[in-house]
């Protein structure tokens, strides 16, 4: 009788349990969080480059001064204006300390907080660069050396990387004589791929500085 009843007991508590899997439940929905009875929710989870970049990325304002600018931010720092590189490099555009002394910034400190301060910067260097290399803006433009062609805006995007110096020795040596970054980025890639942009609006100038005002 015992286990008779036992076996009753038990069977009985298993029911109990199985038909609570099938009572209904009414849930409390609260406005603004929750989903119809015909609602799907999508979602995406961003991946790890997605995070490093979609955020940053900006929009080229095709081949304007404007445009060039953007895209020289975004191919030095990914628009980052607190980047400090391993080499000591500073700012969205990149700058050496040397390079900012020459147009009159000299607090590193709120430069790296300046975003006016480094726009400035970058039009003053590109004054100078442009100055620097009128010659040889006039004499190649238009010429293919190692396969790119030789346009203002790339040689002055060039100069940003390497310094007019190294553009005038790799146009004299018929691009022979190439310069690596430390990373390993040549002045043929930044002709190739800053080339064609209009920038005819910033005049050379052998003494550009930056106003801070």
Not at 15 to 40: A, M, P, Q
Request: proline share 1%; glycine share 10%; aromatic share 12%.
């Amino acid at each position: 009788m015992i286990k008779k009843g036992s076996y009753i007991l038990g069977l009985t508590f298993l029911v109990l349990v199985v038909s609570s899997g099938f009572i209904t439940v009414e849930t409390e929905k609260i406005e603004g969080f929750h989903l119809d009875d015909n609602e799907i929710m999508v979602y995406h989870v961003p991946n790890q480059y997605e995070n490093d970049e979609v955020a940053l990325k900006v929009p080229l304002i095709g081949k304007t001064f404007l445009g060039f600018a953007q895209k020289m931010a975004y191919k030095e720092s990914r628009g980052m204006i607190h980047l400090v590189n391993p080499y000591g490099y500073m700012g969205k555009y990149q700058f050496g300390k040397s390079a900012l002394r020459t147009v009159g910034i000299y607090d590193f400190q709120e430069f790296l907080q300046n975003s006016n301060w480094q726009d400035k910067a970058f039009n003053a260097l590109i004054a100078r660069h442009k100055w620097i290399l009128r010659k040889e803006i006039e004499k190649y433009s238009g010429r293919v050396i190692n396969g790119v062609e030789i346009t203002e805006s790339g040689l002055l995007a060039a100069a940003h990387l390497g310094g007019a110096g190294s553009v005038k020795k790799y146009l004299r040596s018929n691009g022979r004589r190439g310069f690596r970054d430390g990373f390993g980025t040549s002045l043929s890639s930044y002709i190739r791929k800053f080339a064609g942009y209009d920038i005819s609006h910033i005049e050379a100038d052998a003494d550009a500085k930056v106003n801070l005002e």
